[in-house]
């Protein structure tokens, strides 16, 4: 699960960072993330790209 999860962050942040992401800009996209669905219950991060998961 945590491969999955971690695919899963990484396919939005860089979506979100743009047409042409950078590590920095994929990086800054994490923490705005909000929610991330997973298999294993919804998590997300908090402002230093910590994941909080119930």
Known sequence: MASYD???VLD???AAAGADP?????NEQVGPLGEIPSPRGNGR???NHGPIQN
């Open 22 to 26: 950078t590590p920095e800009a994929i």
């Open 6 to 8: 971690a695919a899963a």
């Open 45 to 47: 991060f908090n402002k």
């Open 12 to 14: 939005r942040a860089i």
